[in-house]
């Protein structure tokens, strides 16, 4: 007889009918993990789950003490006491525990408080890890088992710590400055901060008139002609201002005969792409897969725990996907190599594998991003996985293996041609060709980026060519602002900036979606009104937790204290007296302003009452401040004080459903005028468009139109 308790078998029964006892407990996060990696280690292992962190900082006070050297409490998790009591129970009957929590700073800080909730003193206790949850791998790890690294729990003690303290003493205040229910966060704060200051730069741009002129020109000989791009005279380049200048150009050629001056013939490599890291997944399966952050990790996440395949079991199909280092292990890179040359070729093998060069510090505790095996292809697997996670599978496949293949060739040609003008100035047009020549890692993967069209020569081109004019095609066009962020742009920025680590993108990015300080629209993120309020308070109080500079040495700091070289408590020591005092301060000045509710100049429709403005989870509404007796609300709308050009009434500020502020008629549906940017009683003088606020500056309505004006600021004096 087998006796099974929630699914894990505990006693087995020996050749000689006796009931033995699993000598060695494995104790992993996931429930999802204990499955596959059960399968690997035999009957001499129990495996069992902690389902995550067991121990946390308490959620109804701060939790560290600020007068007792930072020393933080730490309780049992609501709900987790029956785990840690299954788990106990377990402990009591193993010879050996090995903790093998996620190998990061978080996953090491989970050993430890399990080390300390099950009481493990007594006991012989071994940390390993693995990157990937394949027998080799797991087997491997329990060859080369240590002790918990307190470093890399002191990093996350200072993390947790550092947020805690942030999120619960600021927070409090935007209740009561703002409303109910937000919340401030030392990298959430600064990402809305970055998406803020994009909003201000889109705002305050003016967009510049520029013009291409393209000339079309036939070969003898050819039936498609060539088209040709200005460039300026042999002396120099030159830029096209205006419609006028481009018309100049174009006289000044009448009648010019074009030629051929100089054709060069080369080759470019297109080098492959570095295998995935956390923030580029989530940028490339924003781009290609239209994921979001939060998805991508939730599948890669399953992935890298493990997806039953038939035949096999469950399998984990990746390594572990918390990583921001492009190193690959010398065994995958045999395995590559193997690959690539049995299905591709030898010229299809890369000299030496692609690596990433950055100043920055990358975090080289494991590998890449990349599949355990590159003999389970996609196409296999396809009718195994759900269509999501087959799509991501795909994409993190294609990608390992072209960074390991040969850059990709192309057949470059430049041609330059010439024209005299009547004021006997030599003009000059370009054009550029290329022509793939061999495909190397693009016969696997094509990024977003690489899906650009060949521009190819149909015919022979050289300096004997003849060519006769066909045409001018000039172009207005207008320069464009920095564009919104999206998931995939904002993670790459934060990454750049050194904000946070590739564990905190995807949670950063979905809190300040779901605190709606930013909203989503066409992949594009723009703030919400809320958003900008709660922006602006934290500039004006806590300039130093929104500075981007601080915050990255803060993260710098952390990877001190994982290299041993800082003192977690040191961290904390030097931060929070800082933040004490401007905390003080912004509730004495808080204290100062009566938050009073604004009275608006709307009656109310039952009582007769005049109604209030009040902040609700979608912003400001209409009140009624005879509430409860009366309980009449309406929409807000702010006026701005100028008349709708389309019907003359009111135009009001309003906000899409997701929270995006724009201007319309108050009059709407009736009257359809709406503008993104605050609206002025101004005219434009050039066509008699609406003018519009941008920055400091009243801008046309009608793009085309381009003018713009600085308005003159009052006399003070």
């Known amino acids: 007889m087998v006796y099974h308790r929630e699914g894990y078998i505990i006693y087995r029964r020996n050749g000689k009918g006796e009931c033995n006892m699993a000598k060695y407990l494995v104790i992993v996060e996931s429930p999802a993990k204990v499955k596959t990696i059960k399968k690997f280690l035999g009957s001499n292992y129990e495996v069992a789950a902690s389902n995550g962190h067991v121990r946390d900082l308490p959620k109804s006070s701060l939790g560290i003490d600020v007068e007792h050297d930072y020393e933080p409490k730490y309780i049992t998790i609501r709900g987790k006491g029956d785990i840690l009591a299954n788990l106990r129970r377990e402990v009591r009957k193993a010879e050996k525990v090995y903790l093998a929590t996620d190998p990061d700073r978080e996953g090491e800080a989970i050993s430890w408080h399990l080390f300390a909730a099950l009481k493990l003193e007594d006991k012989k206790v071994y940390r390993i890890t693995f990157n990937e949850i394949t027998k080799n791998a797991v087997k491997e790890s329990l060859k080369n088992a240590r002790e918990i690294n307190m470093n890399l729990v002191d990093a996350q003690q200072a993390r947790r710590a550092l947020d805690r303290v942030v999120g619960y003493r600021i927070s409090p205040l935007l209740w009561a400055k703002i409303k109910r229910g937000l919340s401030a966060g030392r990298v959430q704060s600064v990402a809305l901060r970055i998406i803020c200051d994009r909003e201000d730069e889109i705002n305050a741009f003016i967009p510049e008139e520029y013009w291409s002129l393209e000339v079309s020109l036939n070969i003898e000989g050819e039936k498609k002609p060539i088209k040709a791009k200005y460039y300026g005279t042999t002396e120099e380049k030159v830029s096209i201002q205006s419609k006028e200048q481009v018309e100049d150009i174009m006289q000044s050629l009448e009648g010019a005969q074009y030629r051929v001056a100089e054709v060069k013939r080369g080759e470019r490599l297109k080098k492959p792409p570095l295998p995935f890291t956390t923030s580029t997944l989530q940028q490339e399966a924003s781009k290609a897969l239209n994921f979001s952050t939060q998805k991508t990790m939730r599948l890669a996440q399953q992935l890298y725990e493990g997806v039953d395949i038939k035949g096999e079991g469950t399998v984990g199909l990746i390594t572990y996907l918390r990583t921001d280092s492009t190193r690959v292990s010398e065994e995958a890179q045999r395995m590559a190599e193997d690959y690539i040359q049995a299905h591709y070729g030898e010229e299809y093998v890369a000299e030496k594998g692609a690596e990433k060069k950055n100043g920055q510090k990358i975090q080289d505790a494991h590998e890449a991003i990349r599949p355990t095996g590159l003999d389970r292809i996609p196409a296999a697997l396809k009718d195994e ?279 319309g008629c108050i009059d709407n549906p009736d009257c359809d005028f709406m503008v993104w940017q605050k609206p002025s009683n101004e005219k434009c003088p050039k066509c008699g468009s609406m003018l519009l606020v941008k920055g400091n500056k009243l801008v046309c309505s009608e793009e085309r139109c381009g003018y713009y004006v600085i308005p003159e600021l009052p006399d003070k004096s």
């Open 385 to 663: 996985l759900p269509r999501d996670l087959f799509r991501l599978y795909q994409l993190i496949w294609k990608r390992f293996l072209a960074s390991r293949m040969s850059a990709a060739k192309y057949e470059t040609t430049s041609v330059k041609i010439q024209a005299g003008d009547l004021q006997n100035k030599e003009q000059v047009f370009t054009l550029s060709a290329s022509k793939l020549k061999f495909e190397g890692y693009m016969s696997v993967y094509i990024s977003e980026e690489d899906k650009e069209e060949e521009n190819t020569l149909t015919g022979r081109l050289d300096q004997d060519s003849s060519l006769s004019f066909g045409a001018f095609d000039p172009v207005q066009h207008f320069t464009q602002p920095p564009a919104h962020y999206t998931e995939a742009s904002l993670v790459r920025a934060l990454e750049e900036l050194g904000i946070g680590r590739p564990s905190t993108y995807a949670p950063t990015i979905t809190t300040i979606l779901a605190r709606r300080y930013v909203t989503k629209e066409n992949k594009n993120i723009y703030v919400t009104e809320l958003g900008e309020v709660v922006n602006n308070m934290m500039k004006k109080a806590f300039p130093s937790i929104v500075d981007v500079n601080f915050t990255a040495n803060m993260e710098a700091l952390l990877d001190g204290v994982e290299e041993g070289s800082v003192k977690w408590k040191t961290v904390i020591s030097n931060f929070y007296p800082d933040l004490d005092e401007a905390v003080k301060q912004a509730e004495k000045d808080l204290a100062e302003v009566t938050i009073a509710d604004e009275v608006s100049d709307e009656v109310c429709e039952l009582c007769g009452r005049q109604m209030v403005i009040k902040y609700g989870p979608h912003g400001r509404f209409l009140a009624c401040p005879g509430f409860p007796e009366c309980r009449n609300t309406s929409p807000y709308f702010e006026k701005i004080g100028v008349a709708c050009p389309k019907c003359g009434k009111d135009v009001v500020a309003k906000k899409t459903k997701k929270g995006r502020r724009y201007y």
